[in-house]
């Protein structure tokens, strides 16, 4: 088995566009005809400035960015993230609004406890996460709503944005669909993602935010902590991730000529709906979240027993299938089929699945 029939359904770091990994390759030995690699030039010549002015334009064309918002590249993860907003824009006797949907947005309210009141507003913890919750409770006065739009563990989405009054300022933990479907940036304070399911490597995150909202952070912030260094400084306070914003400029080019987020978002729904017709027609194999809050980003199912998820995990590995395995805090199966995942891998895990359920 090569590595190029492999079918990577791993949940992060995933698949890349094949164009993207091949442009990375020759990037590593000659940026842009330069004579020299992504990897060795100066985060402040011109050549890196034109990688970094095409990461922020492409990303504002994706997603349609209004100019009103910032555009930034913050080396570091999500999780980072999880402290720093609450750092910013939560006071200690002020309000912070959170939706428990799963374990990283239990994990996103945790972080905030010490700086202020985090509130819950919403959980479906008492149903092991299998669904997105009806409905909100928010506290009188918030600094903001944080929601995480795709729960990467659990394998449910929100449908649509929490239907909150339009001051309220949303904040969104996106890392497992960003840029998956179309988005109405206006509608947000504030967008974050880990680059590593839908925008490139690990370990750099992008952040599209409302400046106005930027702007109310509390003073005195360490300046590698402030968005709105960040945002002054072009994401250059330091050394950035260069070889990363690199990554999301190739990411978001490619997404750009596969016809941009309306393209992308009905190839992934059919993606995802060829799995999940199989699963709802299937006598061994179940989808675990509920069908009104399915994501089409993580398919997570089960199978009668552990015994038998094993043993199609083990053969479907031997046949070049990798990454099936759920996370360990929910065990299953789960499918992460990101953007760049192609159709054909959905299919080909149909027919094993189906074929695995006929022989027994
Ligand atoms: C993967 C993931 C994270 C964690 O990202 P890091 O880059 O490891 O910090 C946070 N939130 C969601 C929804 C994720 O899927």
Redesign the pocket.
Known sequence: MTTAAKLNFSS?PATLPKQVRQAAAAAISDLDGSGIGILEHSHRGPEFAAVLARAEANVRAVASVPDNYAVLFVTG???SHFTWIPRSFLGADQNADYCDTGV?AKKAAQAAAPFGNVHIACSSASEHYVRIPDTLVLSTTTQYLHF?S?N?VYGTQWQRMPSVAREVAVVC?A??DIFSQPIDVNRYAMIYA?A??NLGP?GISLVIARREFLATARAGLPPLEDYQVYDRERSMHNTPNTFGIFMIAEVTNWILQQGGLEALGSRNRAKATVLYDFLDSSQMWRGVADPGSRSFMNVTFRGPDAATEDAFLAQAQAGGLEGLRGHRSVGGLRASIYNAFPAHGVERLVSELAAFEKRR
Request: aromatic share 6%; net charge neutral.
């Open positions: 992060g993860g999500a999780t990283w995480t795709n990467t933990d890392s497992s880990g590593q399911k690990s």
